[in-house]
């Protein structure tokens, strides 16, 4: 299947990675439907900093995934969903687990329910690498077993075996697409690369942290969008859930000090207590194998971490960008 000149919705538009694939999806000469959550703002997230001609371009649909109407309504006349509406942060998931319940289990359940029902020729669900929990073997495998550390995970995998589940009982075209940490211009300041950056470019010498030693396996958003279309593009991945990752890892000390070194500034680091995940829950390693992705779709990664790091900073260099972020407190 080819996605130049279908009619795909994409919800979850207004975040990072939603907001990426609305334009790469706009670039590829998609129809685009882009699902925003409805605010009385009237805001669209980061679409809100596309050209007027890109946002022009889009079909705008104000909803709530946990909304099954407004998600149905969404889904007319769509050939393809990208299902990237989710919360995702842990510790926030730690303080309001039933809202992780309502927006990433159910509102997956919405999702696949309006493309049951629906003439809707390709599902693609994201999951998210922290299924896998503490590697038990490296490079983790979609064979490896999936451990719930936070409620985030939790909500996650129940997600994932959801869409599973339409697969096998209704023949609902389904892929669940599982990147590994996704990271590049407008990522949520309660990640670690903004967290790092916004620091150092705030003029702070000593960079307050959590734990040091957990390693991640992390791949600049450009990659994981053409690994979206890679798999709405495949004819043999339904019913699959699939990685995409750069099967190397960085810890987390290591990858401060090379922004840090990037950037131009020597920096001290702190441990902040509060930004410490509980000992049983946190992620100590993520290293993932793109096997079973090469073999089925051809897709590999082609930006190098230092390289989309560079990229990344020099977007955090404007101050128009990093105004929107509070470098100064801890970002749950």
Known sequence: MTLKGKKVLITGA??????????????????????????????????????????????????????????????????VIFHLAALIGIPFSYHSPDSYIDTNVKGTMNVLQAAKTGNVERVIVTSTSEVYGTACYVPIDEKHPLQGQSPYSATKIAADKLAESFYRSFETPVVIARPFNTFGPRQSARAIIPTIITQILGGKDELLLGSLTPRRDLNYVSDICSGFVALAQ???????????????DISIEELAQLIAKKIGKDVHIQTDSQRIRPEKSEVDRLLGSRVLMKELTGWEPVMTLEEGLEKTIEWFSHKENRDRYK??????
């Open 234 to 248: 495949a004819d043999n991945v339904l019913g699959k859930e699939i990685n995409m990752c750069s099967q190397t």
């Open 14 to 79: 207004d975040g990072f990675i939603g907001s990426h694939l609305t334009e790469h999806l706009l670039e590829l000469g998609c129809d685009v439907r882009a699902f925003v959550y409805y605010n009385s703002f009237n805001s669209w997230g980061w679409l809100e900093t596309l050209t007027s001609e890109k946002k022009n371009a889009l079909d705008v649909f104000a909803g709530d995934v946990r909304d099954p109407h407004g998600v149905k309504e969404a889904t007319k006349n769509v050939d």
């Open 327 to 332: 470098h100064d407190i801890y970002n749950v």
